[in-house]
């Protein structure tokens, strides 16, 4: 199988560049990534689990595409998960799993396509970073929370290079306006020795 779907998502450098990226990709984007042993989804959704106990809370899995974030969640106990994608092929792909209750696509360009505080628990899962999205998508999932909500994300390693998306974070924690609750470095991508960084955060 090519590698060049993966290899060139680090390149990236528009909004549109990126869109059309995971058009072209959405079709064997699960092959691939599962090839390389694609582990973040099933860290993020059991960090979340161990702070949010119910079940039935909605989760929106922000950034969702095919729906591997979503099966980890289902995966991991919540049974009521939502799915936000700007890349329409990548949804097909989310439809076709069978875990979310609605799936819903949005626009790139539109600075608040989440309600505010229509969810107190969020997702974001390889999805803020280099060759995705941008750093500003930090504080737009931060602000469409409720205070006690939680986010629940990743950071691989080229984004933990990129102090543009660290400060993001820390900014919030700095201010006191969010609390760190779980923090883990670990496997992301085994097969191209790649790994990340999982958190959880509680808006304050």
Not at 84 to 98: N, S
Request: charged content about 25%; proline content about 5%; overall charge negative.
């Amino acid at each position: 199988m090519s590698d060049k779907f993966l290899k060139d998502t680090y390149n990236l450098n528009s909004a549109q560049e990126t869109h059309d990226h995971y058009q072209k990709w959405a079709a064997s984007y699960d092959d691939e990534v599962g090839e390389h042993g694609y582990v973040t989804p099933d860290r993020v959704a059991a960090a979340l689990k161990s702070f949010v106990s119910d079940a039935d809370v909605p989760v929106l899995d922000y950034g969702c595409g095919t729906g591997l974030s979503g099966l980890a969640l289902r995966k991991a106990g919540f049974r009521v998960i939502d799915g936000m994608d700007p890349t329409p092929k990548m949804l097909e792909g989310a439809a076709a799993k069978g875990v979310y209750r609605n799936l819903i696509n949005f626009e790139v360009t539109d600075p608040n396509p989440i309600e505010a505080e229509a969810y107190s628990t969020i997702t974001c899962i390889g999805v803020i970073g280099v060759g995705a999205a941008p750093p500003e998508t930090f504080d737009l999932l931060m602000n469409a929370l409720p205070r006690g909500g939680y986010l629940a994300f990743s950071f691989n390693d080229h984004t933990l290079a990129d102090c543009t998306y660290t400060g993001r974070l820390n900014d919030w924690l700095d201010m006191g306006h969010a609390r760190l609750l779980f923090r883990e470095y670990g496997p992301h991508l085994p097969g191209v020795d790649m790994k990340s960084d999982v958190y959880v955060v509680e808006k304050k």
